[in-house]
């Protein structure tokens, strides 16, 4: 059974930091395309960063760019999330997504496996 388990959320102050990770079990995503999406109360899921197979190409949301930072292990059993800079507006439950393909994807319907999400809350 193929399972993201994503691990790091918790409060934060506005201006701090904090690093989600993601942690694959069940198969390997060496080859695979990862991304990192995000649900705030009442709002609808939003593309937060994702990153290439074998090219480690990466894309951010506008919202995130220069603040937050993708990354994975090279053994495909993990990704990561560097949050800095944080804001108010980043609070949210954090999901990570794995694809069957290697290209960037930016769009939720392209990813096959999820996580089931961890908190983000930031304090001003």
């Known amino acids: 059974q193929v399972q993201l388990v994503e691990s790091g959320g918790g409060l934060a102050q506005a201006g701090g930091s904090l690093r989600l990770s993601c942690a694959a079990s069940?198969?390997?995503?060496?080859?695979?395309?990862m991304g990192w999406f995000r649900q705030g109360s009442g709002k609808e899921r939003e593309f937060v960063a994702a990153?290439?197979?074998?090219?480690?190409?990466?894309y951010y949301a506008d919202s995130v760019k220069g603040r937050f930072t993708i990354s994975r292990d090279n053994a495909g059993n993990a990704v990561y999330l560097q949050m800095n800079s944080l804001k108010p507006e980043d609070t949210a439950v954090y999901y990570c997504?794995?694809?069957?393909?290697?290209?960037?994807?930016?769009?939720?319907?392209?990813?096959?496996?999820w996580g089931q999400g961890t908190q983000v809350t930031v304090s001003s």
């Open positions: 997504a794995a694809a069957n393909v290697a290209r960037l994807i930016t769009m939720a319907p392209g990813y096959d496996y």
């Open positions: 069940g198969r390997t995503f060496s080859r695979s395309a």
């Open positions: 990153i290439a197979w074998r090219t480690d190409s990466t």
